[in-house]
């Protein structure tokens, strides 16, 4: 492993200052379960670790009228055992209680998953589908960008020198609001997903209608997708099999897979299709509760 300095700034301006210093030599520490792998792959030449766990703003779970903040730094067992999160966000547990073991789960957070901007992450298309926004402070102060768009291509965001992830924020979920996100895996657990569908809806108070929905694909393109013509599709649909199957089909349209040692192109087209009918189907239920 290349040797680097270790700092360990206490406030959002020590480490965008250390972070900026050192440019694209340095990376921040949360749970470290992507960075300490790829330090000791020679994946980065790091001059500089920068451990962000003692950061206040970056700790912390905060809700309120607008919705939910969730720090950087908040490892995934304390977003699924935070029983209002449980109740209001069950896309976002779905993504959290799978993210590796229990042992990672106690390190790793969504802040960390999203900035590491893997295809195949677990955590970045349930933010999508709750239409989450990355909170980030750098040299040039604070900007706010649509999870939708943080991701530029494989393991790269839009994360700028100097630039750190302060928070996500999930906006609080409108009456009848369901979320739902799942993956294929060849084993029972721990592995990473051949496939992945995110979906959530708005149903009408009388929970037949659909009146806005949103569809996010993992692994099966350079970036996370949103399937925005099969979301659209369900909009303003009454609920029925054929306007899931067909939303299902046009997310399968959307997917942009490759052939590796997990999969081909047509096997994980077809398994798009298939989780994404359930998870559409998993999200009205929710929303019907």
């Known amino acids: 492993m290349h040797p680097f300095a270790y700092l360990a700034p206490t406030t959002v301006k020590e480490a965008v200052e250390v972070l900026n210093k050192y440019g694209d030599k340095a990376r921040p520490l949360a749970g470290g379960t992507d960075l300490l792998v790829k330090a000791r792959a ?4 790091l001059d500089a670790v920068v451990d962000v766990k003692n950061i206040p703003e970056l700790n912390k779970i905060n809700f309120d009228s ?3 903040t969730i720090g950087a730094s908040v490892a995934c067992c304390h977003i699924y055992e935070n029983e209002q999160i449980c109740d209001e966000y069950e896309g976002i547990v779905d993504a959290a209680s799978i993210i590796g073991g229990i042992q990672i789960q106690s390190r790793a957070g969504l802040g960390g998953n999203l900035c590491n901007g893997a295809p195949s992450a ?3 298309c349930p933010l999508i589908v709750n239409n989450a926004i ?8 604070k900007r706010e960008v649509s999870v939708d768009d943080f991701c530029t291509g494989p393991s790269k965001t839009i994360l700028e020198n100097g630039e750190l992830l302060v928070s996500i924020f999930l906006p609080k979920p409108k009456e009848n609001f369901g979320s739902a996100y799942t993956r294929f895996i060849p084993r029972n657990e721990m592995d990473i997903a051949v496939a992945a569908v995110a979906a959530s809806v708005k149903l009408s108070p009388d929970k037949n209608i659909i009146e ?9 393109g350079p970036t996370p997708i949103v399937a925005e013509d099969a979301a659209k599709s369900l909009i303003g649909g009454t609920i029925s099999d054929e306007l899931i199957n067909n939303a299902a089909s046009l997310a399968k349209n959307a997917a942009t897979p490759i052939t590796d ?3 081909t192109i047509e096997q994980r087209k077809d398994l798009v299709e298939v989780l994404t009918r359930r998870m559409i189907t998993k999200s009205i239920e929710r929303a019907r509760g």
């Open 42 to 45: 020679n994946v980065w030449d």
């Open 134 to 141: 990355a909170i980030i402070e750098g040299p040039n102060g």
């Open 261 to 263: 040692m997990r999969g």
């Open 66 to 68: 607008e919705g939910l």
């Open 122 to 124: 677990d955590g970045i």
């Open 212 to 220: 806005d929905a949103k569809i996010a694909l993992a692994s099966v």
